[in-house]
């Protein structure tokens, strides 16, 4: 994920479930990769935390890794990686910890 580079444009980019379980540099870091990879006005879905931390979870007993940046930080990494910011859906904690984002 880090390194992707398709070589072509989609008209969605999904990172749900995934993207979280990057470290917060990383995430940002994942921006440009998004843009790379996005025609025009293409959807862009990921999950994200409430606020900015790292949460640690378990799934079959083993420890799992997830971390958010704050709404402020992933709306200025939108904005200077010329992502549109209108919401499609934008629903804090109505997954649990994670927060479900579309933008178009």
């Known amino acids: 994920m880090r390194t992707l580079s398709l070589g072509r444009k989609f008209n969605g980019?999904?990172?749900?479930?995934s993207f979280f379980?990057?470290?917060?540099?990383?995430?940002?870091?994942?921006?440009?990769?998004?843009?790379?990879?996005?025609?025009?006005?293409?959807a862009l879905m990921f999950t994200s935390g409430p606020a900015y931390g790292v949460a640690m979870g378990t799934y079959r007993g083993e420890p799992l890794y997830h971390a958010s940046l704050d709404g402020q930080e992933y709306r200025g990494l939108l904005d200077a990686n010329g992502i549109n910011r209108t919401p499609v859906r934008d629903r804090p904690g109505a997954l649990g910890w994670r927060r479900g984002s579309q933008y178009r």
């Open 13 to 17: 980019v999904l990172a749900w479930d």
């Open 21 to 42: 379980h990057l470290c917060p540099e990383d995430q940002r870091l994942m921006f440009p990769i998004f843009r790379t990879h996005a025609a025009p006005r293409a």
